[in-house]
T-cell receptor
Framework: GENVEQHPSTLSVQEGDSAVIKCTYSDSASNYFPWYKQELGKRPQLIIDIRSNVGEKKDQRIAVTLNKTAKHFSLHITETQPEDSAVYFCAASINRRGNQFYFGTGTSLTVIP | SAVISQKPSRDICQRGTSLTIQCQVDSQVTMMFWYRQQPGQSLTLIATANQGSEATYESGFVIDKFPISRPNLTFSTLTVSNMSPEDSSIYLC???????????FGPGTRLTVL
């Protein structure tokens, strides 16, 4: 089955700086890669995703890049704000209806005001 | 986007008892998923619940311990049976409402077993 590794496990940045979280996956058939943000005591929220037919996707201050050859994808948050503080999870799955997600171990991001 | 609710939001249970968690969606969905999130950990898929058929369980999870029902396209239940303190976790359901393999999570059920 798929194995998703995520780094770093914790990350502290100053407000306004950028944050980068990296994930690798093992199954070359995976072609859908979502990122979730989970605030303390809340449900995971889908913040951005990328499919294998593109190399980069951006939504305001958040971007995701994908390198299928190397089997890794990254989340980039620019101009970080204190409300970006949360645990971020990456996941990989095969883009067909109902396929399971394999989640990374999570990154706890702290943005220091 | 769809509204997903879970009941109960939290519970404290005694060892050896069972708890049934409900997941309700305000639109019809083909697949519903049940996850476990142990304290400070990632999300682990327990099973995929299909309407009208048996749930598909992931390695390490069995039907006798986590029976699942899926009576219609908007509802599912997960039962945690014969509980032990190791079952203390957050249990979340998720659904694909977009049809594009995007999963959206319910608010979760925080279970504590004494």
């Amino acid at each position: 089955g798929e194995n998703v590794e995520q780094h770093p496990s914790t990350l502290s940045v100053q407000e306004g700086d950028s944050a980068v979280i990296k994930c690798t996956y093992s199954d070359s058939a995976s072609n859908y890669f979502p990122w979730y943000k989970q605030e303390l005591g809340k449900r995971p929220q889908l913040i951005i995703d990328i499919r294998s037919n593109v190399g980069e996707k951006k939504d305001q201050r958040i971007a995701v890049t994908l390198n299928k050859t190397a089997k890794h994808f990254s989340l980039h948050i620019t101009e970080t704000q204190p409300e970006d503080s949360a645990v971020y999870f990456c996941a990989a799955s095969i883009n067909r209806r109902g396929n399971q997600f394999y989640f990374g171990t999570g990154t706890s991001l702290t943005v220091i005001p | 986007s769809a509204v997903i609710s879970q009941k109960p939001s939290r519970d404290i249970c005694q060892r050896g008892t069972s708890l049934t968690i409900q997941c309700q969606v305000d639109s019809q969905v083909t697949m519903m998923f049940w996850y476990r999130q142990q304290p400070g950990q990632s999300l682990t898929l327990i099973a995929t619940a299909n309407q009208g058929s048996e749930a598909t369980y992931e390695s390490g999870f069995v039907i006798d311990k986590f029976p699942i029902s899926r009576p219609n396209l908007t509802f599912s239940t997960l039962t945690v049976s014969n509980m032990s303190p190791e079952d203390s976790s957050i249990y979340l359901c998720s659904v694909d409402t977009s049809g594009y393999n995007e999963q959206f999570f319910g608010p979760g059920t925080r279970l504590t077993v004494l």
